[in-house]
């Protein structure tokens, strides 16, 4: 709007705005990086100054030496004037800031008008044959005091806010643009510069060096664009402080997207602490293929994992996991409990290892040499199931020893047809041909003649 309309804003709506906003902070903060990019400049000039001056004044020397010092000398008062006006605007920026708190300090707070309007229709309510209305005109006499106050406030406000925004130079009158064109292109040295390969401060384009650059493969402060080095970069591929994109390397708000190297990363292929995503490495990872501690997911390696193909300690429904404490499938270690596991102390069915209550497994699940054993047990063991081998106990009171032997229909080379005893048998009789070993041994007995097996002497009284 061309001209102020708090001027007929009612104190409740310009009470409101001007305790609503973000405060003078921004301003302040403005005012700080002003002054900063003052000192900067300044320093700049003075630096690069003193290097071209020397630099002609000693083993430079001729026309070119020349014309290079009638360039920098055009730069450096052009940063000089830079400096200047960003002391400016760093002077009036403090400057808007002090008038905002002053106008907020002289405007009616909004708890203050919404009591006013309240009490107004309180008093309204119970004006009971005019009792109320002396009160209700001093209510309102307040109300309109708090418009005047505010509506002050306000005009104080815009008049100090306009008057430091007039003392501030347009930059198009402290810019000029230094430079020299080619046939082949444009090769910019100097500020706010537009081409390609420029050098300065303000160029647009790519492969720029200076400050404020807009483009590709940019180096300086304040770039924006694709593959960019130095501060307040926003892009691709950045690397520096304060960087917006992807794959950045740095810090400002901690980084956060894909690709990121640094602390506290929430993405997708992050390396850095208290990573959050796929393919991370470090420290308290959460996703897919993360390498760490305290990882929660898939193909995990680490510690306290808890997924599917994990290698760590305290790993937890994973499945071809090696570790100790395991629960899982295919798991090899210590303390498990899965299916076709190997290592000790587990429960499961089939496994390798020691004292692990389960079928088929080995070690102190079966029964000794020569010692007494039960049908159903041994039944329950190895010798279970259909064309099935297995190792038991040779003696007990069963009839027939199962000892290397299957239940039913057993093939093979190794087989005989009759009896469904293993080994390499005739069918005349069940022992013929097997030496003996020295050791509990007994005469030839046809395939009539049932087995007294080995007992132990009955002792009497």
Excluded: C
Excluded at 31 to 38: E, H, N, T, V
Excluded at 102 to 109: G, R, S
Excluded at 361 to 372: I, V
Excluded at 438 to 457: I, L
């Amino acid at each position: 709007m061309t001209s102020p309309h708090f001027a007929w804003l009612p104190p409740e709506i310009n009470s409101a705005l001007i305790y609503a906003g973000p405060g003078a902070a921004p301003l302040l903060a403005a005012a700080a990086a002003w002054d900063g990019l003052a000192e900067d400049l300044a320093s700049s000039a003075s630096s690069f100054f003193s290097v071209t001056n020397d630099l002609a004044n000693g083993s430079w020397q001729g026309a070119s030496a020349a014309a290079m010092m009638a360039v920098a000398t055009q730069y450096v008062s052009w940063l000089s004037a830079a400096a200047a006006q960003a002391e400016a605007a760093s002077s009036q920026a403090a400057a808007i800031a002090a008038a905002f708190e002053t106008a907020v300090a002289a405007t009616v707070q909004p708890a203050v008008v919404a009591a006013n309007r309240a009490l107004v229709q309180a008093l309204a309510a119970t004006d009971w044959f005019g009792f109320n209305i002396p009160a209700i005109m001093d209510t309102e006499a307040a109300y309109e005091a708090m418009w005047a106050t505010d509506v002050a406030a306000m005009f104080g406000y815009h008049a100090d806010a306009s008057s430091a925004v007039a003392q501030l130079a347009p930059w198009q009158q402290v810019l000029q643009k230094l430079g020299f064109n080619f046939a082949n292109g444009r090769m910019s040295f100097g500020p706010i510069t537009m081409g390609n390969s420029n050098i300065g401060f303000g160029n647009s384009g790519s492969l720029n060096v200076g400050s404020g650059n807009s483009g590709n493969n940019n180096f300086g402060l304040g770039n924006l664009g694709n593959n960019n080095f130095g501060f307040g970069n926003s892009g691709s591929n950045d690397f520096g402080i304060g960087l917006t994109g992807s794959n950045q390397i740095g810090f400002g708000g901690f980084n956060s997207g894909s690709g990121n190297i640094g602390l506290f990363n929430s993405g997708t292929g992050n390396i850095g602490f208290f990573n959050s995503g796929s393919g991370n490495f470090g420290i308290g990872n959460s996703g897919v293929s993360n390498t760490g501690f305290l990882n929660s997911g898939s193909v995990n390696a680490g510690v306290l994992n808890t997924g599917t193909a994990n290698t760590g300690f305290f790993q937890e429904n994973g499945l071809g996991s090696a570790e100790a404490l395991n629960s899982s499938h295919y798991m090899t270690g210590g303390v498990s409990a899965a299916n076709l596991s190997s290592g000790l102390l587990n429960s499961v069915s089939a496994s390798t290892g020691g004292l692990a209550p389960a079928a088929g497994s080995s070690l102190l699940s079966n029964a000794g040499f020569a010692a007494p054993a039960d049908a159903s047990a041994l039944a329950s063991g190895l010798e279970a199931g259909h064309a099935n081998s297995s190792v038991s106990a040779a003696g007990g009171p069963t009839p027939t020893p199962p000892a290397l032997r299957t239940t039913t229909g057993a093939t093979g080379p190794f087989f005989a047809a009759g009896n469904a005893d293993p080994g390499v048998r005739t069918l005349t009789g069940r022992e013929s041909n097997i030496p003996s070993s020295g050791f509990f041994n007994k005469g030839e007995r046809g395939p009539d003649v049932p087995d007294p097996a080995t007992r132990e002497p009955l002792l009497t009284d």
